[in-house]
């Protein structure tokens, strides 16, 4: 046990699982991660989740973590999100089933099928103003852009129409979500429970989903590939029968409803909130945008070419990401002891890898604390695994383009229709997603 890495398991089970918690809700956990480099270095041991955990940080131990294959590194995850998302969900399936599973979601993903979408998004985004900007003097951001980027889920990749149906599913996602990274302790009134509860219900309703996409494919009024699902329950494979089990479908479908939405509202409501404190960037922003509006009718949708020259756009976008990732870190699981650094990570225990530490590092980004968008001017300078807002290797986020055309879509509506001011104090927290505390209630004003 010598060569076990620096610092203490703490109380079993618990461990320092309250403590990073408390810091996420402060917004002091890049801090308290600090703070544990500071005192440990660069890899230590500690108890998170309910397991043993080596924590690793650095662009060498970033590298290790997203490169390791499945005999090295599985991806299993804590055992409250596999309770919520299911355990044959891609982040929890590795070797020729994550390939399988993740190559049925791709393509859905790429940019081919992408391009199709922009038109479509335009719509949802320019009715999701109609319907909760226009007219109102004071709107809350973050809950307006969870509902806008849901909605974008459940018409573009699950074909699931506006009513009652979406409504339900808005709030038991959320409820699910906070469960996430909760102690899995399943009591009355625990946050995991309510998740768990809230889970129960959304898989009773995919499965409907999928039973109502199953007649439509037999009765062939279904297009396979008009929807995620349909594509899913359309790839048989000719010896063994479905290539996709139900099963994989519905723990699938929980996966990238959750990871499809959350994160891409938090990035916008970062933006938002950004173009109200800078605005010498708010208005380069606008000068990129308004140019592209010119060219149009007033109503017409963007197309992919517009989205092409939103570069400075998705600059900010980025940098926004660095400063604030969504994705505060993640867990891999030791298939068999490792060696690194010249300590024991043994086999069993969790890896823990955050993005902040790279993000904030000096000698990768001088001035780590100030926002500069023209550090993304060159992308290729950045040395690899360094920026990991959407992780990177063979697990890299394959909603990557996705996010970028709705976020574009949504900045380009937003900063060209309206201006607006923050009403409340802009503090936020981490839950574990970065949230303004109070919602980001801004007052709004609609321009000409
Ligand atoms: C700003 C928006 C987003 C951010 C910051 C983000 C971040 C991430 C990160 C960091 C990972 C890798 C986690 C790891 O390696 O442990 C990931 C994986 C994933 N993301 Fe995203 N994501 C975003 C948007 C999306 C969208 C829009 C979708 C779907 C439409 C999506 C679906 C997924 C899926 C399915 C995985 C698992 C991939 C695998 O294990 O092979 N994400 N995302």
Redesign the pocket.
């Known amino acids: 046990t010598e060569n076990l890495p620096p610092g203490s398991l703490g109380i079993p089970f618990f461990g320092q699982s309250l403590s990073l918690l408390q810091a996420m809700r402060a917004n002091t956990a890049e801090k308290w991660i600090e703070q544990r480099v500071q005192k440990y270095g660069t890899i230590s041991k500690l108890t998170l989740f309910g397991k043993s955990t080596v924590f690793i940080c650095g662009q060498a131990a970033n590298k290790l973590v ?1 490169t390791s294959d499945g005999n090295i590194l599985s ?1 299993q995850q804590t055992q409250s999100i596999r309770m919520i998302l299911g355990d044959r969900n ?2 929890e399936l590795s070797g020729p089933d ?1 390939k399988r599973v ?1 190559e049925a ?1 791709i393509s859905f ?1 790429k940019p081919e099928p992408l391009k199709l979408y922009v038109g479509k998004m335009s719509e949802e985004v320019m009715l999701h103003m109609d319907t909760h900007w226009k007219g109102k003097e004071e709107v809350k951001v973050l809950p307006l852009m969870k509902t806008l980027t849901f909605n974008i ?1 459940c018409s573009l ?1 699950f074909g699931v129409e506006r009513g009652i149906r979406r409504e339900k599913l808005v709030n038991w996602f959320q409820e699910m979500i906070e469960g996430m990274w909760a102690i899995p302790m399943n009591m009355p009134f625990t946050t995991y429970n309510r998740s768990l509860r809230a889970n129960k219900r959304a898989q009773i309703l995919i499965k409907e989903l999928i039973s109502e996409k199953k007649s439509e494919i037999e009765q062939n009024t279904g297009d396979s590939y008009q929807d995620l699902i349909t594509s899913m329950l359309s790839k048989h494979d000719k010896q063994n029968g479905e290539a996709i089990s139900e099963k994989e479908i519905i723990h ?1 479908v929980l ?2 409803m959750t ?3 959350d ?2 509202s ?2 916008i409501t970062f933006m938002v909130r950004l173009f109200a404190n800078e605005p010498s960037i708010y208005k380069a922003v606008l000068q990129e945008q308004e140019d592209i509006a010119k060219s149009k009718q007033s109503g017409e949708s963007l197309t992919w070419d517009d989205l092409g020259k939103m570069k400075y756009t998705w600059r900010v976008a980025l940098e926004t ?1 660095r400063m604030y ?3 505060f870190g ?1 867990f891999r699981t030791a298939v068999k002891d490792i060696e690194y650094n010249g300590y024991l990570i043994p086999k069993g225990w969790q890896v823990f890898w955050v ?1 902040s530490m790279t993000h904030n590092d000096d000698k990768v980004f001088p001035e780590p604390f100030k926002f500069d968008p023209s550090r993304f001017e060159n992308q290729a300078a950045i040395p690899p695994y360094c920026f ?4 990177a290797g ?7 383009e ?2 970028k055309i ?2 574009l879509v949504t900045m380009h509506y937003l900063v060209t229709r309206f201006t607006w001011e923050l009403c409340a104090d802009n503090n936020f927290c981490r839950v574990p997603m970065p949230v303004p505390t109070k919602g980001l209630p801004v007052k709004i004003t609609p321009r000409k």
């Open positions: 997203f991806n891609l982040l994550h993740r979601l993903l889920i990749l699938n996966l990238v990871a499809g939405h994160t891409s938090i990035l990401l990732p969504p994705v993640g993005t990991i807002p959407f992780g063979s697990r890299i986020c394959p909603g990557y996705f996010a709705e976020t």
